[in-house]
């Protein structure tokens, strides 16, 4: 068992009707807010007009249109503008996992002089940033509960996640019922980006006995679930299990103890989305199975077999590569089943640029020193092997 430090200072505010309590949190962090949001979908649902009725005595900004895979040009750098032109005191960030991650880069950059994207590719380490709160309206990155984010940079094709303690939310408030209007697409990409979160911290070398039972229960909260909500999308129990276990997922606690994995499965996601601009989750379904099968072999045999018998109940008695190679196929088999496509090819990605991709995967994320290591062949065999 590996050493640690650990520390989540975020208030988790959970269940129907906490949104009600944003004036008693944003209370404490200043008048001045810039109201960060996405496509529109939160003036659809009524959230925006409750918001700012709640809001009603403070002063506040709004930064609207920020993107899936939120983007540096086009989001970032206005959101540090407006912070610095109208001295916001706190970001209340409402959307999902990328309006949060957006947020988080800006309010490091707006407490820097200089360029935010110094922070974001860490030649400078951030001295302050603006308080953040949240209220998420999807249940996928877990954003909400960790102190990092994703930003996408057009022009040079770089998707990059960037982490600091200080950008940990001062408090979430998550209620389920908010997530019942995400569209189907999202509820499944949101399910499938978690469940690599979890997929991420199992694959490792070190490990222990509570930390596996925890990625298996968390992966078979979000397997069952799922499969719920798609019946019915205002089960709000299932609704409930999914958001929580979302939030869960990517905060580092189902690996407390375990060696790191370096996410490669993530890393090789990035370059896909930075490059097509496709779904996350997506994305991670596709390539999933193929990583899986491309990085069986003695070294690694041990994890999917107890990732065989634990999750799907394979029995323990047959050969260890009989179980691990039926593990990788229900993994396919899941995605497919749910309903989310399991070929680059459907989401719009052909062969043309997969040997450049796996350059630029390889020199941004060195996974050569993965658990599983690959090098930038083996990330392009991948690629392919998605087609």
């Not at 109208?86 to 407490?111: F, M, R, T």
């Not at 999202?186 to 199992?202: C, I, K, P, S, W």
Request: hydrophobic content about 40%; aromatic content about 8%; proline content about 5%.
């Amino acid at each position: 068992m590996q050493n640690f430090e650990y520390c989540t200072p975020t208030r988790l505010l959970f269940g129907r009707g906490v949104v009600d309590q944003l004036p008693e949190v944003m209370k404490p962090l200043g008048k001045r807010v810039l109201l960060t949001y996405g496509g529109g979908s939160i003036k659809r649902t009524g959230l925006y007009d409750k918001v700012k009725q709640l809001l009603h005595d403070f002063v506040i900004y709004e930064l609207s249109g920020i993107e899936p895979n939120p983007k540096y040009t086009q989001s970032v750098v206005p959101g540090v503008q407006m912070c610095k032109e109208h001295h916001i005191d706190v970001i209340l960030a409402v959307g999902g996992g990328s309006v949060l991650d957006c947020s988080k880069a800006i309010a490091a950059g707006a407490c820097y002089d200089g360029e935010t994207w110094d922070l974001i590719t860490y030649k400078v380490q951030a001295q302050k940033a603006l308080p953040i709160v949240d209220i998420m309206t999807m249940a996928a990155t877990g954003s909400e509960y960790d102190s990092g984010g994703v930003i996408t940079r057009t022009e040079s094709n770089d998707k990059l996640g960037y982490i600091d303690p200080l950008l940990f939310p001062v408090c979430s408030l998550l209620d389920p019922e908010l997530t019942f209007t995400i569209p189907l697409k999202h509820t499944l990409a949101g399910v499938a980006d978690a469940m690599n979160h979890v997929l991420e911290q199992f694959f490792c070398e070190d490990h222990t006995i509570l930390n596996d039972a925890m990625c298996i229960g968390a992966l078979r909260t979000l397997m069952t679930h799922v499969q719920r909500v798609i019946n019915n999308p205002n089960d709000y129990d299932a609704r409930a299990e999914i958001f929580f276990t979302c939030t869960l997922a990517c905060n580092n606690i189902f690996s407390l103890g375990n060696s790191p994995s370096r996410w490669p499965l993530h890393a090789m996601e990035h370059t896909l989305s930075a490059y097509y601009d496709i779904t996350h989750g997506e994305g991670l379904a596709i390539i999933t199975p193929r990583w899986m099968k491309h990085i069986l072999n003695e070294k690694t045999l041990e994890r999917f077999v107890t990732y065989g018998t634990q999750l799907f109940g394979i029995d323990a008695s047959l050969p260890a590569q009989q179980i691990a190679e039926e593990a990788i196929q229900r993994t396919h088999d899941f995605f497919c089943q749910i309903g989310i496509p399991m070929t680059l090819t459907q989401v719009g990605i052909d062969d043309s640029r997969l040997a450049e991709m796996a350059a630029h995967t390889q020199r941004v994320s060195h996974l050569e020193k993965a658990w599983a290591p690959l090098t930038e062949q083996d990330i392009e065999a991948i690629y392919r092997a998605s087609l």
